[in-house]
């Protein structure tokens, strides 16, 4: 439940924390057994399409930098949030209100301090693996630690713009199709 927390914070106006976080389930028995490491992590892995090509290096790298800097959360909290704006799918942007309305709330955090001194912080990315890209479309597993927990799951990219972008819709069992069509 923390670590989809935390998510939530870090992306707070974007649906692709829903993509990112997996499951909120409230069990753990604190015990770790990785049979039953494996079957949550399965479990938690979003009903979206699974790519089964392997992305070109350029792709995967560009991918693992976008990555790498959503964990970088040691940016004023406006930076931050302007940064996920313009590294989110416009149909992720467009659920949420339209960009108009999530530059405004980015705007609304100045002077809040840095992203990672907000309760939640932002997500800890420990792992990322099976970079997998068809067409404009990519998916890669991404593991998010924090205290003694450690969830993976399924993040969902579109290329737009020439640039790869976090894009929950094409995720969404009842999106892909019309996003592998656009």
Known sequence: MKIRKTCLAALCT???????CGSDDGESSGESN????????EEAMPEGPVYETPA???DKQQIVNLLHELSNGARPMDEYLHWTID???RADIEQQGGEEAAREQADAS??????????GRTPNITDIQEVMAEGDNA???VTISEAEREDSN?????????????????????????????
Request: with cysteine; glycine share 6%; hydrophobic share 30%.
């Open 14 to 20: 974007l649906p692709l924390a829903l993509t990112a």
């Open 87 to 89: 590294n989110t799918c």
């Open 110 to 119: 100045a002077g809040q301090g840095n992203f990672d001194e907000q309760p």
């Open 154 to 182: 399924r993040m969902y990219f579109k290329r737009e713009d020439e640039k790869w972008k976090f894009c929950h819709a094409v995720g969404m069992p009842e999106t892909a199709e019309t996003q592998d069509g656009e």
């Open 56 to 58: 070109s290096d350029e």
């Open 139 to 141: 998916h890669a597993t």
């Open 34 to 41: 990785p049979a039953n490491e494996a079957s949550q992590a």
